[in-house]
Nanobody
Framework: VQLQASGGGLVQAGGSLRLSCRAP???????????VDWHRQVPGKQRELVARSPASGTPDYVDSVRGRFTISRDSSRKTVYLQMNSLKPEDTGVYYCNMNPGNRWGQGTQVTVSS
């Protein structure tokens, strides 16, 4: 199942972006039972889990983005979103979506926040 990530870009500090991760070929009933994460990769550092949307349960966030980022999902579109508000330069990185079970990764989308 291929994942399609999009929505990255260049934004000034304090701005907003919304990332999307689609799984157009995933069966909808499977999407309902899929955990979806957003990770961030910065050069020279390990990939970091930023937000998690479990198939059941409440979303969770790394402390550095809690209160600024919101992860949500639209099962009818088989899409998971990451709304990023009040962006900071340290949010810069390549953002990847990941779906489990199956450990499927999207291609990554670059987010650059200028100061």
């Amino acid at each position: 199942v291929q994942l399609q990530a999009s929505g990255g870009g260049l934004v000034q500090a304090g701005g907003s972006l919304r990332l999307s991760c689609r799984a157009p070929r995933m069966i909808t009933s499977v999407f309902w039972t899929t955990d979806v994460d957003w990770h961030r990769q910065v050069p020279g550092k390990q990939r970091e889990l930023v937000a998690r949307s479990p198939a059941s349960g409440t979303p969770d966030y790394v402390d550095s983005v809690r209160g600024r980022f919101t992860i949500s999902r639209d099962s009818s579109r088989k899409t998971v979103y990451l709304q990023m508000n009040s962006l900071k330069p340290e949010d810069t990185g390549v953002y990847y979506c990941n779906m489990n079970p199956g450990n499927r990764w999207g291609q990554g989308t670059q987010v650059t926040v200028s100061s």
